[in-house]
């Protein structure tokens, strides 16, 4: 059986993540309160925010900013993408 969790970001049950994907509390948080479905949505949303912001992931400064998009994301009114951004097409 799939271990299931109330998601905090899609405000329903959901297929639970296998393991805290974030160290910290912070990582504990989303292990316990954010699906795996959610999750994904995340990452999309993240590498859209290093590609559009050519975000060198190494920096300090863009972990830092990734972090509070995360948490804002999954948790509050959600990451913004940049003014100019235009999704792909086909």
Same mark, same amino acid.
């Given at each position: 059986? $799939?271990?299931?969790?109330?998601?905090?970001?899609?405000?329903?049950?959901?297929?639970?993540?296998?393991?805290? @994907?974030y160290?910290?509390?912070?990582?504990?948080?989303?292990?316990?309160?954010? =699906?795996k479905?959610?999750?994904?949505?995340?990452?999309?949303?993240? $590498?859209?925010?290093?590609? &559009?912001?050519?975000?060198?992931?190494?920096?300090?400064? $863009?972990?830092?900013f990734?972090?509070?998009?995360?948490? =804002?994301?999954?948790?509050? =009114?959600?990451?913004?993408? @940049?003014?100019?951004?235009?999704?792909? =097409? &086909?």
């Amino acid at each position: 059986m $799939t271990k299931t969790v109330n998601c905090a970001k899609l405000k329903q049950e959901a297929e639970a993540l296998d393991k805290p @994907p974030y160290p910290g509390e912070l990582g504990q948080r989303i292990y316990e309160q954010i =699906s795996k479905p959610a999750w994904e949505m995340w990452f999309r949303q993240q $590498t859209m925010l290093i590609n &559009e912001y050519r975000l060198n992931p190494a920096e300090a400064q $863009t972990r830092r900013f990734l972090e509070r998009e995360m948490e =804002s994301f999954l948790f509050g =009114s959600g990451s913004a993408p @940049p003014p100019d951004f235009r999704p792909y =097409s &086909e």
